[in-house]
């Protein structure tokens, strides 16, 4: 029994010593080991513009540390693929795939292709109160050097757009060119920080490329007035990316509305040749102003005339968005832009007063005027059906056949 206890008693010290020993290296290790162990490249030559297959780096964090991952070309440039990225020790490797590009600080080129030639790929590894350790492989960069994609001649005019539907820079318009195909996003970001895509990723060629934005988002909601940033980006399938950007305003920002407040027709029985007077009340409802112009109020029309061809065409040699009100009958035949041939400006003054002399006036928001307009009728109808509306030009008729009266026409 006591040649048992004391083998008993020596086995025990030596699994004690063993254990002891074994923590010794465990805080070595811990302490004072190797923080960067094994460092592997899947090749030693990569053609990224020949292959859509990543290089792939591995290598092994003995301990807690700082790892910079980055190559250096033959003239010692450095390009950075991780740089003070924060690793824990791990027995498993860490991956990093490569696919040939690298980061600049090219503020318009921001990720490009590096350029075939004989580089260093270096991992480096810095461990709290350790001294630095890299590993160093080499690599070459084989295959075509390819153009770099660019956003060219890049114009986004007018630089101050006011999208409230007057016809008066609504919207801007965006112009470039791209030297070879890309992938293209623009976008545009708000002084409060919201983005909102003009482009998403859309394929372009290398033409001369045009995009318009109308100064709202893409469900047509309105934004608020103050300092944009565009931003144009190109890229291409290598993975070079350029950007361009540049500041827009909005001003005025405002959805028109405009409502006929009372309408009246008369009178309702005349003989041909008869002169029928309308008289319309319009209020702007809206929050921006609204242009107008055309026949001023009083003028006086035959049911032979159209507004667009008298006075040798006048009233149809301004853009589109102006507002009138206009006068129409059930039995017109003309359609689309035919319809309410008889139209007035949105003003009780005569042309010298308008706030343009002769060219427009302005109705402020909340603002009332009444407008009166003449027909002869000459159309040999016994019964006519009429009614008002209120048009903006080439946009739509906002308020239709309101105030519909019949007029009896006796000859």
Known sequence: MNDISSSVTILTRAMLGLALLACALLLV????GSALGAVEASASSYAPSETDQPLTV??????DATVDVYLLDAAGARYDLRRGQPRSASSDPYVLRFDGTVPTSDPVLLRRLLPPGVYTLVVAA????????ERRLPLEITGSELPIPDVQNLLVSPATISPNADAVNDVTEITYRLPVSATVNIDITAPTGESIPVVTREDEGPYEQHHVWNGKRPNGSLLPSGVYTYTVQAEDDYGNLVRREGQITLEDVGQPEARIVYASIAPQRLMLGGVLTVTIRVKNTGTVPIRTYGPPSGYRYTTDDVFSSVDGGRYTAQAGGFWRVGLDWDANSGGGPKRYPFRWALS???????????VEDWLIPGEE????????ILQRET???FYVGLIQDGVGFFQDRSART?????F
């Open 29 to 32: 290790a811990c302490s004072g």
């Open 58 to 63: 591995s290598y092994i964090v003995g301990r």
């Open 126 to 133: 810095q461990a709290s109160g350790g001294v630095p350790e």
């Open 348 to 358: 009780p003054k005569p042309p010298e007063q308008w706030k343009v002399p002769g």
């Open 369 to 376: 005027v009444d407008v009166v307009g003449q027909v002869v």
């Open 383 to 385: 019964k006519m059906g």
């Open 406 to 410: 019949i007029v009896e026409v006796g």
